[in-house]
Nanobody, 121 residues
Framework: QVQLVESGGGLVQPGGSLRLSCAAS????????MGWYRQAPGNQRELVAV???????NYADSVKGRFTISRDNASNTVYLQMNSLKPEDTAVYYC???????????????WGQGTQVTVSS
């Protein structure tokens, strides 16, 4: 079994910062890309940022220059540093990882349970 556990969400004032973490655990042979998505009430889930196993990154235009994604391959953890937060960043943030399990030839996408980020004064 594979689990993704997120932490670091909360309430922050506009202009503030938060750091999200997501740790993958279980019968993991290899992790390919890892990423963060978010979903605000009434909206579809959208990509925020993604990072490959080699460290290449891609960001949504709305967060470029403010958010930074990074990962620690030794601990199977992905981070999202969020600076200059805006009220429109308010959403549930979900971690996603593309994982190959031991004994399997297939890759499968796994999701965390989500963590709430609220930006408000």
């Amino acid at each position: 079994q594979v689990q993704l556990v997120e932490s670091g969400g909360g309430l922050v004032q506009p202009g503030g910062s938060l750091r999200l973490s997501c740790a993958a655990s279980g019968s993991i042979f290899r992790i390919y890309s890892m990423g963060w998505y978010r979903q605000a009430p009434g909206n579809q889930r959208e990509l925020v940022a993604v990072i490959t196993s080699g460290g290449s990154t891609n960001y949504a235009d709305s967060v470029k220059g403010r958010f930074t994604i990074s990962r620690d391959n030794a601990s199977n953890t992905v981070y999202l540093q969020m600076n200059s937060l805006k009220p429109e960043d308010t959403a549930v943030y979900y971690c996603n990882a593309d994982i190959q399990k031991y004994g399997s030839s297939w890759r499968h996408g796994y999701w965390g349970q989500g963590t709430q980020v609220t930006v408000s004064s």
